[in-house]
């Protein structure tokens, strides 16, 4: 029930960051609700359940966003398949009940749906709304005529059908994973989507922003308005505004209109300041404030160059990107702010500039935040068209929705300033014949339609010009590869004058924690076409940057290319995160990638140090493996470094040599025989110590500690707080080799929702309440529950000492 129209949009910074805006100072006509709470589920399919008298008794209550997927068990017969996760799909129900006061009776209301996997159809009070196929896309449904108010309630429901397997080549997640609002307006307000903001000249010294407004009419009467949108920085001072002229919008009709000004000395949004202002239209009829709505702006100008690559306001930039699926680990699909943010940072510390949205339609939250942290996006539509690649995917929806569906999403994120250009296509099977021509036209002109400020790409995997047909439609603003990085050189001949960028590349494969040794050459999976891959009994890959796809590389091979030549715009790898689904080299019960530069629990790998130490200008030393071996065994060590000359190598005190990287080097490394003790790295630069850094060899495992990511938690509903969870022994340092199972218990404002320790066959649940360590590290995830009181997390295991951890609740007032 909704107890109080503005409470939750006035207090959840969530519904703050929404591109609408209740901005109450001067209009409070638009309503946004957060319509997330109190939803009932039942899993499986049931007839009549749209009805409004449709007994509910034995469904389950929840909040959104949910995944019903992530909650089952794996297993191999799941029709998914280890390539969808091996976790399981079907049919599910939602339904929510909930009053609306009677002042809303003469408003124009509609539900707003981020993201539904799968073929959801949806009813309000037994009237039927829509089918949407895509499970990414974004859509909204017109309410108000089938509305009730005051006393009398409203019932939703909602049917989700993930049961036609397989539909993806990795895990979806099932049900409403991203968020739900109602919007609440006057009946002359904003349309859906209904701004663009373009800056079609910009400099240091002024910008021109040009603002189209779509205005929707929804009375049985001719309506007289202007439009005042005010330019706000990001102090929320006012520093330019557009003003329209009266005019009148015909009953039951839209209207657009288009206005330009100048922002004097702007502040340019970049990769290091990504300074953003915001647009906020008011409508007036009569003098009145009828709605308010809220766009966000980032100024700033680039520029894609054949020969020299990527500008950004005028400074040559490489885009140093990952590619990400949408999935945020032991959460499954759920499209939670604060897992997308921790993600974001994690990647951001390490350099990254890029994300590519692998292979889909984004939620709007990855896209906000890669607004406010600094990202080039490239925004990507399809994994297929109309040639299938499983049996059940996309292809089966093609005919009827790709236009829909691909311009919707423009509308959607065309006002984003993170998103730098537009992917109509990833590894597409229409690149290799004629068909391939007339559809890549089709989908460039649907783009341009609607933005034209962006280049249009499409991923490819074909580099010979005469036999990719995507590539030779003409279309493409922007040339994007995939692979194949030994051919790079030669792409300025093969492809005369074209912009370039490596749209995936390495496929690299390791396991966070597990080395095999010795590290003597790179190995390729499979050797040979459809052999099979000579790993490991355990499942595991080795974390030296040694093992890659046959169709990829390792890190070090691509990005050695990539760095020294200038007219590739950038790259993205594949990928920044492991990710559920898509278990190459192994079969089950691997259930999650080995392609991520970050384990699934959110714990880097080695080979991130050496992204860090090359796209960052942080000192960094990273030193591995750890040092628990049998005795006298040869390890080569390894050590990733920069800012510095060379680096020393040290044990037990006793110096091993110091080494330098020569040429492309982006490595060290020393073959040692093993010996319990110290091993410690100190990298100098003109005799000058930089940095230190000590392994230690570990005793037996003896005590549990928890870390988490922040000090306190809001009570919101959403926040979380990730504990990382190591087994130390007695001295304190880790315990590389441990796989304690770690029990939890939790009391106060605060619940488990997820744990996980990164390693790719655990077949454990993400729903458990305890956690098998893996190379001594786990992760747990608790999430608000809305009351506010102290959370008490105690991990306990046998043989290990036990620990507390308290975590302060704080009210959503308090909340950034």
Same mark, same amino acid.
């Given at each position: ?16 960051l ?24 039942h ?13 509910t ?5 929840l909040?959104?966003p949910h ?13 998914t398949k #280890?390539?969808?996760?091996?976790l ?9 009940t ?5 002042e ?23 009237e039927?709304?829509g ?8 859509f ?8 009730n ?17 397989p539909?993806?080549?990795?895990y ?22 209904g ?15 040009e603002l ?15 439009v005042?949108?005010?330019i706000?920085?990001?102090?929320q001072q ?6 329209s ?12 209109i288009a206005?330009?000004?100048r922002v ?6 970049s ?6 202002y ?19 702006l ?14 950004l306001n /005028? ?9 990400l699926?949408?999935?945020? /680990? ?14 974001l ?8 500039n ?12 990855l896209l ?19 040639k299938k690649?499983v049996a ?6 093609w ?18 300033p ?12 229409e ?16 783009v ?9 790409t499409c991923?490819?995997t ?10 030779q ?11 194949k990085?030994?051919?790079?050189k030669?792409?300025?001949n ?32 499979? #050797? ?20 890659s796809a ?7 091979e ?8 200038d ?13 559920? /689904?898509?278990?190459i ?20 790998k ?11 200008t942080?000192?960094?030393?990273h030193?591995? #493996?750890h ?14 470094y ?22 492309d ?30 392994i230690?060899t ?6 549990i ?14 926040d ?11 001295? /304190? ?31 454990n ?15 747990v ?26 975590i ?9």
């Amino acid at each position: 029930m909704i107890k109080s129209i503005f409470y939750r949009f006035i207090l959840s910074s969530f519904c703050l960051l929404l591109l609408v805006s209740c901005n109450t100072s001067e209009a409070e006509n638009r309503i946004v609700e957060d319509f997330n709470f109190e939803w009932q589920f039942h899993l499986g399919d049931t007839a009549n359940a749209q009805n409004i008298g449709f007994n509910t008794q034995s469904w389950r209550s929840l909040n959104l966003p949910h995944d019903w997927s992530i909650e089952g068990s794996f297993s191999e017969e799941h029709p998914t398949k #280890p390539e969808g996760g091996a976790l399981p799909a079907g049919i599910g129900w939602y339904r929510k009940t909930f009053s609306l006061p009677k002042e809303w009776k003469d408003k124009s209301v509609a539900i707003e749906f981020d993201g539904v996997y799968r073929n959801s159809e949806v009813w309000i009070n037994g009237e039927y709304l829509g089918k949407r196929p895509n499970g990414y896309i974004s859509f909204a449904y017109e309410l108000t005529k089938h509305l009730n108010y005051g006393t009398e309630t409203n019932i939703i429901a909602v049917r989700v059908d993930n049961s036609a397997q397989p539909n993806s080549r990795w895990y979806t997640g099932s049900g409403i994973y991203r968020n739900v609002r109602l919007v609440a307006t006057e009946k002359l307000h904003v349309a859906h989507w209904g701004t663009f903001v373009k800056t079609p000249q910009v400099s240091k010294e002024q910008a021109e922003v040009e603002l189209a407004v779509k205005l929707q009419n929804d009375s049985e009467a001719e309506k007289v308005y202007r439009v005042i949108s005010r330019i706000l920085n990001s102090e929320q001072q006012e520093v330019a505004t557009i003003t329209s002229e009266e005019r009148s919008i015909q009953a039951k009709s839209t209207d657009s209109i288009a206005g330009v000004t100048r922002v004097n000395q702007p502040q340019l949004w970049s990769i290091e300041n990504p300074h953003l202002y915001s647009i906020v239209t008011t409508i007036y009829e009569n003098d009145k404030a009828v709605d308010q709505y809220k766009t966000p702006l980032g100024i700033r100008f680039f520029d894609f160059k054949a020969e020299t690559g990527f500008t950004l306001n /005028g400074v040559s930039t490489k885009i140093l990107g990952v590619c990400l699926h949408h999935d945020n /680990g032991a959460l499954g699909a759920v499209a939670n702010r604060y897992a997308i943010k921790r993600k974001l940072s994690i990647l951001k510390d390490m350099g990254v500039n890029g994300i590519r949205t692998a292979h889909n339609p984004p939620s709007l939250e990855l896209l906000q935040l890669c607004d406010e942290m600094g990202f080039i996006v490239q925004d990507e539509a399809f994994d297929v068209w109309k040639k299938k690649k499983v049996a059940a995917d996309y292809h089966t929806d093609w005919a009827d929705w790709y236009k829909k569906d691909l311009q919707d999403l423009v509308k959607r994120d065309r006002n984003h300033p993170s998103v730098f250009m537009w992917s109509i296509g990833n590894e597409i099977r229409e690149q290799f014949d004629s068909t391939g021509i007339a559809i890549t036209k089709e989908l460039v002109g649907l783009v341009k339609e609607l933005d034209k400020t962006r280049p249009v790409t499409c991923a490819l995997t074909e580099n010979i010009p005469e036999k990719n047909f995507i590539y030779q439609s003409g279309a493409l603003d922007l040339l994007g590869f995939n692979y194949k990085h030994e051919d790079y050189k030669s792409f300025p001949n093969r492809f005369k004058g074209e912009k370039i960028i490596a749209s995936e590349t390495m496929s690299a494969l390791a396991t966070r924690g597990h080395y095999d040794l010795p590290a003597a050459e790179v190995k390729r999976w499979p #050797p040979a076409h459809h052999a099979p891959f000579d790993g490991n009994e355990d499942y595991t890959v080795s974390a030296y940057d040694m093992v890659s796809a046959y169709w990829g590389s390792t890190h070090e091979e691509t990005w050695k290319e990539v760095k020294k030549l200038d007219f590739i715009a950038g790259l993205f790898i594949w990928t920044g995160f492991d990710y559920l /689904g898509e278990p190459i080299p192994y079969p089950y019960p691997a259930r999650s990638s080995y392609f991520g530069i970050v384990d699934l629990a959110g714990f880097p790998k080695d080979v991130y140090y050496m992204y860090q130490s090359e796209w960052t200008t942080k000192p960094v030393l990273h030193l591995f #493996p750890h040092w628990n071996w049998d005795e006298g065994q040869e390890v080569d060590v390894w050590a990733y470094y920069n800012n510095a000359d060379e680096v020393e190598l040290f044990l037990n005190g006793k110096s091993l040599g110091s080494k330098s990287k020569n040429g492309d080097d982006l490595h060290i490394s020393w073959k040692v025989d093993y010996v319990p003790g110290i091993l410690k790295a100190v990298s100098s630069k003109n005799g000058k110590v930089v940095l230190e850094k000590e392994i230690k060899t570990a005793g037996a495992p003896a005590q549990i500690k928890l870390t988490p990511d922040k000090k306190a938690i809001s009570d919101d509903g959403y926040d979380l707080i990730y504990v990382t969870v190591e087994v130390l022994d007695e001295n /304190g340092n880790l315990t590389p080799k441990s796989n304690n199972q770690i029990n939890f218990s939790i009391e106060g404002g605060g619940s488990i929702v997820g744990v996980d320790n990164g390693y790719q066959a655990n077949l454990n649940s993400f729903k458990d309440k305890s956690c098998q360590v893996y190379n001594g590290k786990c992760i747990v995830i608790i999430q608000s529950n809305r009351f506010e009181n102290l959370i008490t997390l105690k991990a306990s295991s046998p043989k290990l000492q036990s620990e507390l951890l308290n975590i302060a609740v704080e009210p959503i007032e308090k909340k950034e």
